[in-house]
């Protein structure tokens, strides 16, 4: 009978066929309409805002008056990320819909391949992905979270990031204790120098000493090293930390090192981690398979803003690995952070907080409202977006 005819196909034919057709789906999805009920807004515009205090924020503008803003991670040298946002980016984001996160992601991603997938392109890309999500939260009157499933908790604990190098022991607790006074009951330092290779002056041991000795057994204390030691200098640092009652032991090597990595995490019983400077979630695979991480640390103005962080959260659930995000920026990415903190399970512990002075927080409040910090936990309003709202004329005399 007809119907009952054996047909033999091959491997290579069936899966050339499934590909043609999922190219035309794809193709098709991504001309399609957006859902019935939800608002028809294009993109119309994007516009970089270039901060005198040295930071880049970006701008997304739709034909329905919503607009959305976000922040690169800062580098010296914002002009290069305004053009890659305004040249690159924003040719291919403007006609599209607001609702496109994910297409445009893909074709930036894949369109400009000969910049590279480290630095500047995602970090511009970051900075106008996280635009983008706050003008579909506003668009949708809801909180960009409740886009990425819900709450999975209510407020998120943090800890006070103590950024500046070579502080003397006394000096770092005398710089940490207002903020434990705040309530803090976690920290982290950076004792030592980027990239120094073992060598000039390292008082690691002895400033964390200070502090264990002025916060007590209790106090939880990161100890980030910038990818200052050589693996056998980091394992014997390393054991005194673990003696020392360090929680977390964060790019003690450099970062592309996962042979390292992996050789350092069996011989330590301390978490180790990183991932700053991973900004795909391809490279927070290959620190977790390859280099054996146990706590992954993206950072959304890094990695490509929220559409990636929110994979690179799935990879961790997958993998079992605590994420502790990066987080040196206080208002757009603080925010930003935020919304992934709240809706990712595997966001388990503290997370960053600058306790250093921010031009933006401390000498130009950037923000109407700041973000609500309080007993060592974080907190925002449940408005559309991100959330917060930037001082216009704060931003107009801050551009540069």
Request: charged share 25%.
């Given at each position: 009978?007809?119907?009952?005819t054996?047909?033999?196909?091959?491997r290579?034919?069936w899966?050339?066929g499934?590909?043609?057709?999922?190219?035309?789906?794809?193709?098709?999805?991504?001309?399609?309409?957006?859902?019935?009920?939800?608002?028809?807004?294009?993109?119309?515009?994007?516009?970089?805002?270039?901060?005198?205090?040295?930071?880049?924020?970006?701008?997304?503008?739709?034909?329905?008056?919503?607009?959305?803003?976000?922040?690169?991670s800062?580098t010296?040298?914002?002009n290069?990320?305004?053009?890659?946002?305004?040249?690159?980016?924003?040719?291919?984001?403007?006609?599209?819909?607001?609702?496109?996160?994910?297409?445009?992601?893909k074709?930036?991603?894949?369109?400009?391949?000969?910049?590279?997938?480290?630095?500047?392109l995602?970090?511009?890309l970051?900075?106008f992905?996280?635009?983008l999500?706050?003008?579909?939260?506003?668009?949708?009157?809801?909180?960009?979270?409740?886009?990425?499933?819900?709450?999975?908790?209510?407020?998120?604990?943090?800890?006070?990031?103590?950024?500046?190098?070579?502080?003397?022991?006394?000096d770092?607790?005398k710089?940490?204790?207002?903020?434990?006074?705040?309530?803090?009951?976690?920290a982290?330092?950076?004792?030592?120098?980027?990239?120094?290779?073992?060598?000039g002056?390292?008082?690691?041991?002895?400033?964390?000493?200070?502090?264990?000795?002025?916060?007590?057994?209790?106090?939880?204390?990161?100890?980030?090293?910038n990818?200052?030691?050589?693996?056998?200098?980091?394992i014997?640092?390393?054991?005194?930390?673990?003696?020392?009652?360090?929680?977390?032991?964060?790019?003690p090597?450099?970062?592309?090192?996962?042979?390292?990595?992996?050789?350092l995490?069996?011989?330590?019983?301390?978490?180790?981690?990183?991932?700053?400077?991973?900004?795909?979630?391809w490279?927070?695979?290959?620190?977790?398979?390859?280099?054996?991480?146990?706590?992954?640390?993206p950072?959304?103005?890094?990695?490509?803003?929220?559409?990636?962080?929110?994979?690179i959260?799935?990879?961790?659930?997958?993998?079992?690995?605590?994420?502790?995000?990066?987080?040196?920026?206080?208002?757009?990415?603080?925010?930003?952070?935020?919304?992934?903190w709240?809706?990712?399970?595997?966001?388990l512990?503290?997370?960053?907080?600058?306790?250093?002075?921010?031009?933006?927080?401390?000498?130009?409040?950037?923000?109407?409202?700041?973000?609500?910090?309080?007993?060592?936990?974080?907190?925002?309003?449940?408005?559309?977006?991100?959330?917060?709202?930037?001082?216009?004329?704060?931003?107009?005399?801050?551009?540069a």
């Amino acid at each position: 009978m007809a119907y009952m005819t054996e047909q033999r196909t091959s491997r290579r034919s069936w899966l050339s066929g499934a590909a043609a057709g999922a190219s035309g789906l794809l193709a098709g999805s991504a001309q399609a309409a957006v859902p019935p009920g939800t608002p028809k807004l294009k993109i119309t515009d994007v516009k970089t805002y270039r901060l005198k205090t040295g930071q880049i924020l970006v701008e997304v503008f739709t034909d329905g008056g919503i607009t959305g803003m976000g922040e690169c991670s800062p580098t010296v040298n914002i002009n290069a990320l305004s053009a890659i946002v305004e040249n690159q980016i924003k040719r291919i984001a403007v006609g599209r819909s607001a609702f496109d996160a994910e297409f445009i992601w893909k074709k930036v991603y894949e369109a400009h391949y000969k910049s590279g997938h480290q630095g500047f392109l995602m970090f511009a890309l970051a900075g106008f992905d996280i635009a983008l999500w706050d003008v579909m939260g506003k668009a949708l009157g809801v909180p960009c979270y409740m886009m990425m499933g819900g709450k999975v908790r209510d407020k998120v604990p943090i800890y006070a990031s103590a950024m500046r190098q070579h502080r003397t022991p006394a000096d770092e607790v005398k710089h940490l204790e207002p903020w434990v006074k705040r309530g803090f009951t976690a920290a982290k330092i950076h004792p030592y120098e980027f990239y120094a290779f073992d060598q000039g002056t390292d008082d690691t041991l002895d400033v964390v000493r200070a502090i264990r000795s002025a916060f007590g057994p209790k106090f939880r204390l990161i100890v980030d090293m910038n990818h200052a030691y050589t693996v056998h200098r980091a394992i014997q640092i390393g054991r005194e930390l673990e003696k020392l009652g360090v929680v977390m032991f964060e790019e003690p090597i450099a970062p592309e090192d996962y042979e390292g990595y992996a050789r350092l995490c069996d011989a330590l019983d301390m978490p180790v981690s990183a991932g700053e400077e991973s900004c795909t979630r391809w490279q927070h695979r290959d620190l977790i398979v390859y280099g054996k991480i146990d706590v992954i640390q993206p950072d959304v103005s890094k990695c490509g803003g929220l559409t990636e962080i929110r994979k690179i959260g799935v990879l961790a659930g997958i993998y079992n690995r605590p994420v502790v995000t990066h987080n040196t920026q206080p208002t757009f990415c603080t925010a930003a952070h935020y919304h992934f903190w709240v809706s990712e399970p595997m966001c388990l512990y503290e997370q960053e907080y600058n306790c250093e002075f921010h031009a933006l927080r401390d000498k130009y409040p950037l923000l109407k409202e700041p973000i609500g910090i309080e007993g060592g936990f974080v907190t925002l309003p449940d408005k559309p977006g991100l959330g917060i709202e930037v001082d216009r004329k704060v931003l107009s005399e801050l551009t540069a």
